[in-house]
């Protein structure tokens, strides 16, 4: 099955650029969507088909996905983006078609 | 404004069974793929079941293969996950998500999730 890896933390100061990286095999031939989760609550589509924003997303978010890495950057962090981020994509291979990374903890 | 509210969640013993439901509203489902997507406690995101939009095709993860089964009524809106043979690593919080079709588009909407717990 496909496998995808993040970083299991990444740690960013205030104003900074956070680069959250997710790895696979040719990942740059699928499309990758980013979510972010905050504590107790359901996750958040932020980026989908690498690179696109869905409404009310800050401009600070955004993707990009190449070779064998997809990659989440958020510029200017703020505190309130401090969350778990996850990757996923879709695997038409395996029987598992929907795969998501382990996930990465931002910590602000 | 879309809504998904999953329900049926609860504590239940090891080898017993579950029913969970995931109640629309602000999109029909009936246009749209709906999966099931879990998280065990402190772990990360597992997609573990999709349907068709009409009931054709579904497909399950390897883990719950031959104990879970998806299934839909387009009429209510809703979505249904019935869980048998139920295991400790089956605890996670259950979440629907409809996605356009079958491939690549992205989970959009998510409900806030129903909390399984299976333990004696």
């Known amino acids: 099955s496909y496998v995808l890896t993040q970083p299991p933390s990444v740690s960013v100061a205030p104003g900074e650029t956070a680069m959250i990286t997710c790895g696979g095999n040719?990942?740059?031939?699928?499309?990758v969507h980013w979510y972010q989760q905050k504590p107790g609550q359901a996750p958040v589509l932020v980026i989908y088909?690498?690179?696109d924003r869905p409404s009310g997303i800050p401009e600070r978010f955004s993707g990009s996905n190449s070779g064998n890495t997809a990659t989440l950057t958020i510029s200017r962090v703020e505190a309130g983006d401090e969350a778990d981020y996850y990757c996923q994509v879709w695997d038409g291979s395996s029987d598992h078609l929907r795969v998501f990374g382990g996930g990465t903890k931002l910590t602000v | 404004q879309v809504q998904l509210v999953e329900s049926g969640g609860g504590l239940v013993k090891p080898g017993g069974s579950l029913r969970l439901s995931c109640a629309a509203s602000g999109i029909t489902i009936s246009d749209n793929y709906m999966s099931w997507i879990r998280q065990a406690p402190g772990k990360g995101l597992e997609w573990i079941s999709y349907i068709s939009s009409r009931s054709v095709y579904t497909n399950y993860v390897d883990s719950v293969k031959g104990r879970f089964t998806i299934s839909r009524d387009n009429a209510k809106n809703s979505l249904y996950l019935q869980m048998n043979s139920l295991r400790a690593e089956d605890t996670a919080v259950y979440y629907c998500?409809?996605?356009?079709?079958?491939?690549?588009?992205?989970?959009?909407?998510w409900g806030q999730g129903t909390l399984v717990t299976v333990s004696s």
């Open positions: 998500a409809p996605t356009k079709d079958a491939s690549g588009s992205p989970f959009e909407y």
């Open positions: 088909y690498d690179s």
């Open positions: 040719n990942i740059g031939s699928k499309s």
